[in-house]
């Protein structure tokens, strides 16, 4: 018997193509704001996947990741129901700017409240008229600012079935990552939903080697659940599991210039990159306190005294079982 399915309050049939909006707030004009959420459910039952971005406005990789898979036509499914939300923080992106107006971070507002702040409102409606309905969620973020992110998928590695699906997606690296309170992460964990963050370049840019990891890891994710059937050519990869990780600070204020590119791997004391005065008088090295892989760099020009400027993760060897504490 085919099951029912509703979301924003709609009942989607089966073979349904639908373009639906969630009503979050209006503008100062009473003008409505509308988040666009496009629904393809095909005649054959299975799992409800959501494809989110714009969680964060200025993150553009993550929308134009979703957009060519509308573009494409991918998220019409041979099996199941994939559900679209190209760009969540519609006021971000109006803006350009990570926070909505009221200068709250959104994935910090779960599950929010109906009579909150926007940010809550936001959170709320999400919570209330879209997750309860979905099985897996893919949610796309960048590095904030113009700090780049090599392709990664953050979960937490002692959930067998979340390392499965990261497996899956396949990325260059998976990297062990707790649930941060109020997150949508969080959020949806507490309802038993599971949910994979794809994290790849920096804001306000579109970076076309992680807009292709995220075509493929998507590619993977849906022909896994036999809701499409795409043939690839790449060939197999084992990504690289990331279990901690730490970040290394400018050690003082100035001209940054890198030394190392994102994935590289370093040993302890390998030369990262060095800072300078603009004036050719003063040049400080910075060196690797630890060896691991870099997974995410700093691309500003100018930074300042203890700038996050490389993030260097630790390898798991030999993919042992471990017992992580959950960290950020």
Request: with cysteine.
């Amino acid at each position: 018997m085919t099951r029912k399915f509703y979301i924003l309050g709609k009942e989607i049939l089966p073979g349904e193509s639908v373009e639906l909006s969630m009503d979050v707030a209006r503008l100062h004009t009473h003008t409505p704001v509308q988040v666009p959420v496009f629904v393809e459910r095909s005649l054959k039952d299975g799992p409800v996947v959501l494809l989110m971005a714009g969680m964060h406005g200025d993150e553009i990789n993550g929308m134009e990741i979703i957009r060519r898979v509308i573009r494409k036509k991918w998220n019409k499914p041979i099996a199941g129901t994939i559900v679209c939300l190209p760009v969540f923080n519609i006021f971000g992106y109006l803006n350009l700017k990570r926070e909505l107006p009221d200068g709250r971070d959104l994935n910090r507002s779960f599950p929010g409240s109906k009579n909150g702040s926007l940010a809550s409102q936001f959170a709320y409606q999400f919570m209330n008229q879209i997750a309860p309905n979905v099985d897996i969620v893919i949610d796309f973020h960048t590095g904030s600012a113009q700090r780049s992110n090599i392709a990664q998928i953050r979960c937490l590695l002692s959930d067998p079935i979340s390392m499965e699906l990261a497996r899956v997606f396949s990325p260059p690296f998976i990297v062990h990552s707790g649930y941060i309170s109020k997150s949508v992460r969080e959020a949806l964990n507490k309802m038993g939903k599971k949910i994979l963050l794809f994290e790849g370049g920096k804001t306000n840019s579109i970076d076309e080697t992680i807009v292709e990891e995220g075509l493929l890891g998507i590619q993977r994710i849906l022909n896994h659940f036999h809701m499409k059937n795409f043939k690839l050519d790449q060939a197999e990869r084992e990504p690289v599991i990331i279990k901690s990780s730490r970040w290394m600070r400018a050690p003082l204020s100035g001209v940054f210039h890198a030394a190392v590119q994102n994935g590289q791997y370093v040993e302890k004391g390998d030369l990262l990159g060095y800072v300078s005065d603009p004036y050719g008088s003063t040049e400080r090295k910075i060196k690797s306190t630890a060896k691991g892989f870099i997974i995410c760099t700093n691309e500003a020009p100018l930074v300042n005294k203890g700038d996050a400027i490389f993030h260097v993760g630790t390898a798991l060897m030999n993919d042992k079982p471990l017992i992580l504490k959950d960290e950020d």
